[in-house]
């Protein structure tokens, strides 16, 4: 039903309750705006805040880490020729360097065939790297292959061949897919398609034999069937149109080589590239990239001088037109601010060195509360005392003995020096053989009867691995194939288990796993072989490093020593490389400001840290003004139902006095008065 006011009085009963209700409305609903935007702006200076502070705690967390200390800068005066990159570890000095030869892959190359769809044949073929001995031919003497020898580093593989595979595409890509170090290629020479096998590693030791089980004649070095693969001393069916080479270059007028161009393993933590022979000597220049760490210095000044500006602008006042930011007061930013900065101020805990504080690196404060950076007082720190700027910044550990490395440590871990006594340096889990006669004196024979085993390393089962048949007059080259087939197992690589193999001066055979600790072993599943003095071999479990530090018995793995939970040393890791037991020194550990900074930044900004809590709060009470919304609307809807009910009431009365007054004005008219029909 449609109500109608204000018809029987005429009076504007909608636009009189209008009125009153906006007029009760406008100041509580000034009040609510006025208060959200005071809410939402301190919202957003506070998201800025924590962003200014964010920035601030990247550029931190880099001069926190020991990795950006660690850094050496290296140059070649012959880029050309050869590059050079080099780790902490690298001292700093200069080389000269002259590169004779480049290391290369050895290739192969099979004989003719009229397509790629060629049934090639069906069988095994087994892979082995390693030093191959091979003279070309010369017309009219034709090649001869003359040699190998096996790299025990080097796995070997093998690869079944069927009627899926077999054909000279099918066998290529085959090759490819096992991903075993060899890359297969077909390419047409003209006169027919011809395999190419090449290595993919560089240097005459990792030069490759092919051995051939061929299935379909049974003949494993004829040149028919898959035999046309074979390149052993016993076949030569593939063509050696690359040998493997590898490079020879001179240090300083020391002559070395490497089985690749990639040198790592020279210079401690330099590692060369190279890239062309030389006619005459490059010169290598390793030193401290003191730019690389002035970079991160420059990068956290930057940051900071970006906090101050944000929040000099969230905190200002202006006198002269009396406008605020929107901290300006507030006690949560101001406790920011002054916390941030007095963490600028302090000095690094518990380190030694030269320097402990920013302004000893040349690092100051401002009149205006911005750093700046005095070159030559931070060029003459990098330049002499260049190690002892991590202290100012990072966490260090320092520790006389070289075979005790510094790992890391934690928050935990209390600043001071803690005693280091090992009591069991780690071992690795191993295997040791009965003696057999030197191979040079009797040679070991192995065929299908005498040349498998399996074992069990570090937990993880082989499967049964099979010695290359033949004769083995060295005990080198008997140790290389064993461990080259060893660490070629699928099962043992994929879990990333290997091991090392070698005869004692005893001639007793040493298997032992590479890993270190009590997870360390070997021991013997199976066995057929009667010449290795397997069968009555001793299995020896590894230990882990034992020890104290700082007085409380620490945890060991494997070579890795870490100190107690709960005491003052919680979270320092060493790692024990050698050394005797006993009393080994002290590890005195240091926090730089960066770490405190770090740490102060991490509490403000983590979840219920201070701004998070204080944003919290604002947030509320914009969701509170919400609720004050509906609460005003509620109010004002039944204050405009009362004004309506009152109106409407007084419309009504209205109406009746209306009607009363003209009801009386009509029977005051009907009255006779007397007189007034004289006239009649």
């Known amino acids: 039903m449609v109500a109608a006011t204000g018809i029987g009085s005429g009076l504007d009963i909608e636009g009189l309750v209008t009125s009153l209700v906006n007029a009760e409305r406008a100041p509580a609903q000034n009040r609510l705006v006025q208060q959200e935007a005071t809410l939402t702006s301190e919202l957003s200076a506070f998201g800025t805040l924590q962003g200014a502070l964010a920035g601030l705690q990247s550029s931190v967390s880099t001069l926190t880490q020991q990795s950006t200390f660690n850094q050496r800068s290296a140059t070649s005066s012959n880029n050309a020729a050869v590059t050079v990159s080099a780790s902490a570890d690298a001292a700093a000095s200069s080389y000269q360097l002259q590169v004779d030869q480049l290391a290369q892959s050895q290739s192969l190359a099979s004989g003719s065939f009229a397509s790629l769809t060629d049934t090639v044949g069906e069988g095994t073929l087994t892979f082995r790297f390693g030093a191959t001995d091979y003279t ?59 395999l190419l096998l090449s290595s993919d590693q560089t240097g005459a030791a ?6 051939v089980d061929d299935t379909g004649d049974n003949i494993d070095t004829d040149d028919a069937g898959l035999s046309r693969l074979a390149f052993n001393a016993n076949a030569n069916n593939l063509e050696q ?51 690389a760490v002035r970079s991160a210095i420059e990068g956290f000044v930057s940051a900071y001088n970006a906090f101050v500006s944000t929040a000099n602008n969230l905190t200002a006042f202006n006198a002269e037109t009396g406008a605020a930011a929107p901290l300006q007061g507030d006690f949560t930013a101001r406790s920011v ?46 330049a002499d005392n260049f190690d002892s700027v991590a202290g100012v910044f990072a966490q260090v550990g320092t520790i006389a003995d070289s075979s005790i490395s510094f790992e890391g440590a934690t928050a935990d871990t209390v600043v001071g020096r803690y005693a280091v006594d090992i009591t069991q340096l780690a071992t690795q889990g191993g295997l040791a053989g009965t003696g057999i006669t030197d191979p040079a004196t009797s040679a070991v024979v192995l065929d299908g009867t005498n040349n498998s085993f399996s074992l069990t390393i570090n937990g993880v089962d082989s499967a049964n691995i099979s010695l290359t048949e033949g004769t083995y007059n060295s005990a080198e080259a008997l140790a290389a194939e064993i461990q080259s087939r060893i660490n070629g197992d ?17 001639f007793e055979l040493q298997i032992t796993s590479t890993r270190y600790g009590s997870e360390s072993s070997v021991a013997v599943n199976s066995n ?32 890795l020593l870490t100190a107690a939970s709960g005491s003052d040393a919680e979270g320092v890791r060493l790692t024990i490389s050698g050394g005797a037991l006993g009393a080994r020194g002290d590890i005195e550990v240091s926090n730089g400001i960066g ?64 009607s009363t007054g003209s009801f009386i004005t009509q029977q005051l008219a009907n009255i006779p008065i007397p007189g007034a029909n004289s006239n009649n």
């Open 337 to 382: 601010i002054n916390q941030v900065r007095s963490a600028l101020t302090a000095s690094a805990d518990g380190f030694n060195g030269p320097f402990s504080t920013l302004a000893e690196l040349g690092v100051t404060t401002q009149a205006n509360g911005t750093l700046s950076i005095n070159d030559s007082t931070l060029n003459a720190a990098l």
């Open 528 to 559: 057929t072989t009667t010449a290795l003095g397997l069968a009555g071999a001793v299995a020896t479990t590894g230990v882990d490093v034992a020890g104290t530090i700082g007085g409380v018995a620490a945890t060991g793995n494997g070579q």
């Open 241 to 291: 149109t690359v040998a493997g080479q590898s490079a020879a270059f001179s240090i300083n007028g020391l002559a070395l080589t490497s089985e690749t161009n990639s040198v790592a393993n020279v210079i401690d933590g330099v590692s060369l590239n190279l890239r062309e022979t030389t006619d005459s000597a490059a010169t290598l220049s390793i030193s401290e990239n003191s730019s």
């Open 206 to 211: 990792n030069s490759i034999e092919v051995q």
């Open 136 to 194: 070309p031919a010369v017309d009219p003497t034709p090649a001869s292959y003359n040699g190998f020898t096996v790299n025990a580093d080097r796995a070997s593989a093998s690869i079944t061949i069927d009627s899926s595979n077999n054909t000279l595409q099918g066998l290529s890509d085959a090759i490819n897919d096992a991903d075993i170090g060899v890359a297969a290629a077909i390419v047409n020479d003209g006169s027919g398609y011809r």
């Open 595 to 658: 770490i405190a900074l770090n740490g102060l930044l991490t509490g403000l900004t983590q979840t219920n840290g201070l701004l998070d809590l204080r944003t919290d709060g604002l947030q509320s009470g914009v969701d509170r003004i919400s609720d004050d919304r509906d609460a005003l609307d509620r109010r004002l809807e039944a204050l405009e139902a009362r004004y309506r009910r009152q109106f409407n009431a007084l419309d009504t009365l209205l109406a009746n006095l209306q």
């Open 490 to 506: 699928s099962a043992l690589s994929e879990a990333g288990v290997s091991v090392s193999v070698a005869f004692n001066a005893s």
